[in-house]
């Protein structure tokens, strides 16, 4: 394809009922394909329910929704829908207290993801002209190869520069003339920073036009403050690995709200503690099936995202619908630098150590530009008063949690009854990230 294909009026501008009939094609072939992994078989057997099943896309309701537990309770092979032959890759969640979610793609599967990433990219303006720079941590975070290779589908000269080293950032968008940036917005933030730092002003001393920012929440404000620092215009992008990776929804060139492509996933809005649908334009939990996936396909997965629809037409012309900035979690997984946490991560960690009382309190807060987590935790009466000792087991109980959550959090041992009680439900994590 050349780069101008990856606009395709005839899928993003389809009328909604051509779109509404290829979902409900295109989810059929999902369910028969669904039904080759152990654990749909065994779900869908016991309610009888089959491709034939749904026959309009209200039917999908009839299917009962998947969830992470789901995942987790059947890994690693239990969702695979296809001969392993057919599998190229996988990515996983951090964490090793329990089992990780994991996503297997086939080689169409990451040919969808990269076509929908090229396509998101080429609606905000990027071309084969462009160099592309991506800070996402590659490996298995879907924000590095899933990006990757959309860029160089597109034909971007990519950068793939991979999260850390602002110094190093700095002089390949300078060396290389670096004109598009995919950052996290609290990392484009600290590079902002980091480019004063040397004497460089990023509002003027670079060739940057275009930012994609996305995979934690963040306000309008922030976007206003990254596109000012840098003098560029930032565009939100959603994605999330049970998804494949990012590319699911984006902004277009409007700004007001992100495309979730329909031809690749079924949106819905639930409430969260009914499981019932909310009515258009409100806010619920927002639940995807996949429309293309071969390798894993997941039919009602329960994302956790709070959003909304956006009702109305874009200005743009594209009939996929939008989602409004996301609002939350109706879990308690919460985002830092990038990386999904769960407070019982932490805990279990914590509860390894004998030598630690049981009360802790997690605190995630702006310290300058970056933000970082703090995890107080009281030490047991018994345990020395030892300086030296003290300092060792902090040292060992940072290197597990980095180890199973992925960031360096700040330890800070106290001691006994110096967290405060809360009362009722302890509360467990505090959010004082600066929100702009
Ligand atoms: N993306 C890119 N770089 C990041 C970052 C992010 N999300 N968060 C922090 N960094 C930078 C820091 O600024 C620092 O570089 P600098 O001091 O030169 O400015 C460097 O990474 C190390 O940060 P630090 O906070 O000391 O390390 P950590 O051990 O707590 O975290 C990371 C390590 C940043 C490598 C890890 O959190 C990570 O891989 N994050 C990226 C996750 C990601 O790509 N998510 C997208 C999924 S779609
Ligand atoms: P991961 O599976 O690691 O890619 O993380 C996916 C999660 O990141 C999503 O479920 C959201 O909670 C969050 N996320 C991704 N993109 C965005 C975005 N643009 N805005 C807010 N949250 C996001
Ligand atoms: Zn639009």
Known sequence: MSSSEYYQPELETISRSELQQLQLERARKTIATALNAPFYKEKYGKLGLSADSLRSLDDLKKFPFTTKQD????YPYGLVATDRRNLVRLHSSSGTTGNPTVIFHTKNDLDCWANRVARSL??????????????????????????????????????????????????????????????????A????????????????????TTFIIGAEPHTEEQRRRIEELFNIKAYNCFGMSEMSGPGVAFECKEQNGLHIWEDSYIVEIIDPKTLEPVPDGEFGEMVLTTLDREGMPLVRYRTRDITRIIPGPCPCGRTHRRLDRFRGRSDDMFIVKGVNIYPMQIEKILMEFPQLGGNYLITVDTVGSNDEIFIDAELDDLFTDDYTVIQALNKEITRKLKDEI??????RLVDKRTIPQSEGKAVRLVDKRKKF
């Open 71 to 74: 995942l987790r309770d059947h």
């Open 406 to 411: 992925l960031v360096t959090p700040r330890v």
């Open 189 to 208: 933030v600290r590079l902002a920073e980091a480019f004063r730092e040397q004497g460089i002003d990023p509002a003027h001393d670079t060739k940057l």
């Open 122 to 187: 080429y609606m905000v303006g990027l071309r084969d002209t462009d160099v592309f720079q991506n800070t996402s941590g590659y490996g298995m975070f879907t924000g590095g190869l899933g990006i990757q290779y959309g860029a160089e589908k597109l034909g971007a000269l990519t950068v793939p520069a991979a999260a850390g080293n602002s110094l190093r950032q700095i002089k390949f968008i300078m060396d290389f003339g670096t004109t598009a940036i995919h950052a996290i917005p609290s990392y």
